[in-house]
Structure formats: C-alpha cells, structure tokens
C-alpha cells in the first residue's frame, strides 16, 4: 500500500528537520503562580511577637489537646463497622459502599444513633438500609 501510495516518501533527515522547525517556535515562558498570593502572606516576626493578642494560651491549649486526638479511621468502632460491612457485603455478593460508604460511616459515628429513626438521620441513609441493616449496626454502636 506504501509503495503504491502517490505521497512521497519521507526520510529521517526530513523528520528531522520538521521537528526542529517545531522546537524553533517553542518559547519556554517562565510563569510564577505564587505571585497572587504575595497579599496573603503573613510576616512571621511580627506574628510571633503578636500571637498572645489574637489568640489567649488557653484558647491555644484547647487547640493543641483536639489536634492530639485519634483519627475516627483508627477508632475501634470505625474498625468493627467497617468490617461488618464488608462481611455483610461478600455474604449478599454485593459492593461494600452499596450498604454504607466511608463518608456515611463516619457520619454514622459522629450521630451515634440509637433507633432506626435516628439511623435514617444519617447522609444518604434511607428507611431501606435502616430496616436491612439497622439492628446489627444499632447493636455494634450500642457497644460504644
């Protein structure tokens, strides 16, 4: 088909110079992206020096004591949860997420119900995974 072809054919050195006229237009243009941002920035000498008037030191201990608190991912409850999801989702041969998502999850844990009705107060938690799923997840969170 090549040989028959009416185009010419082309060579290597050809190829090559028809990358080099690209190159040649190329113009590496240097952007700083950061520079928008010069008006956030904050002087760190006089933020240290200023630090007690915006922020009292009991406000800041409060702040240091949450930020050392556990993860919800490495909580007990998110383990046992999680793990009777996925057990409940090879046992009806269906995606784990289709019972509970991990978004769902830690909502679940951050309401802590205690009914089905409250159960369904969860995101994106209907009456039907509530009826379904409701008293084995209500007899897990009664644990905690």
Do not use: C
Not at 22 to 46: A, P, R, S, W
Not at 98 to 121: A, G, H, T, V
């Amino acid at each position: 088909m090549y040989e028959q072809s009416k185009e010419s054919t082309g060579s290597d050195e050809r190829l090559l110079e028809w990358a080099q006229s690209f190159l040649d237009f190329h113009k590496e243009v240097m952007k700083d992206y950061t520079e928008k941002y010069e008006q956030y920035k904050i002087d760190t000498k006089m933020a240290d020096n200023n630090v007690e008037e915006i922020i009292p030191m009991k406000e800041v201990e409060k702040f240091t004591t949450v930020s050392a608190t556990i993860p919800v991912e490495e909580t007990e409850i998110f383990k046992e949860l999680k793990l009777y999801r996925l057990n409940k989702s090879r046992e009806e041969n269906i995606k784990p997420y289709f019972i509970y998502n991990d978004n769902q999850l830690k909502d679940l844990i951050s309401k802590m119900p205690r009914s089905k009705e409250e159960l369904q107060s969860v995101a994106r938690f209907g009456e039907a995974n509530a009826n379904k799923y409701g008293n084995d997840i209500l007899k897990i969170m009664s644990k905690y």
